[in-house]
């Protein structure tokens, strides 16, 4: 049974990630595919206490999600502000996501650099994102940069994806074992 539970945690997160990249301008459907998330890593805290922190930051953004719906915050500085702090607790999803998978794999002696180098990308897309926000770079510079942002957003999230049914393969085995 806890073979199976582990099993649907992994493919939780991982269809909330993939319905995420799927959904990017539905509210809703966002926090439907954070709540996948935070079930799954919830679901697999055993594995690493990361995943734990993964699910708090996946509600944490679920919060922000509700809050900058159409109908409770009008257009203005407040909305745009809580737009940019939203960005935190998904830069911090995938980073304890991250963890946690790096964890697993410290756990059986493989190597963890590519953990690490999912890490750098996936944060400098979302830090690059809010260096421009304050908009003091120049219309090319800023468009360099967002189109850098989007590209290393794009690639962490495929690549957290696949992380995820990696380490889903390695937390069956070990539970086998």
């Known amino acids: 049974m806890k073979l199976l539970k582990g099993y ?9 990630l993939v319905l995420n990249l799927a959904v990017q301008s539905n509210w809703m459907l966002r926090i439907v595919a954070f709540a996948l998330v935070s079930a799954g890593a919830l679901s697999v805290q055993s594995a690493s206490r990361w995943y734990t922190r993964a699910s708090i930051a996946a ?4 919060a922000f999600s509700l809050v900058l719906g159409p109908a409770v915050i009008p257009p203005g ?3 745009i ?8 607790p998904l830069l911090l999803i995938g980073c304890m996501l991250l963890m946690g998978v ?9 190597s963890t650099l590519p953990e690490w180098v999912l890490l750098v990308i996936w944060s ?3 830090i690059l994102v ?8 120049n219309d090319y510079l800023f468009n360099t940069v967002w189109t850098l942002a ?5 690639i962490g999230t495929v690549a957290l994806i696949v992380e995820m049914f990696r380490a889903q393969r390695i937390y069956l085995q070990t539970e086998e074992q």
């Open 8 to 16: 649907y945690a992994y493919l939780a997160v991982s269809g909330g």
């Open 59 to 62: 509600d944490v953004y679920m």
């Open 77 to 79: 500085l407040l909305r």
């Open 81 to 88: 502000a809580l737009e940019y702090a939203s960005l935190v």
């Open 102 to 110: 790096k964890d697993q794999m410290h756990k059986i002696g493989h």
């Open 124 to 126: 400098a897309g979302y």
């Open 130 to 137: 809010l260096v421009s926000a304050p908009g003091w770079l």
């Open 150 to 154: 989007n590209t290393c957003i794009s």
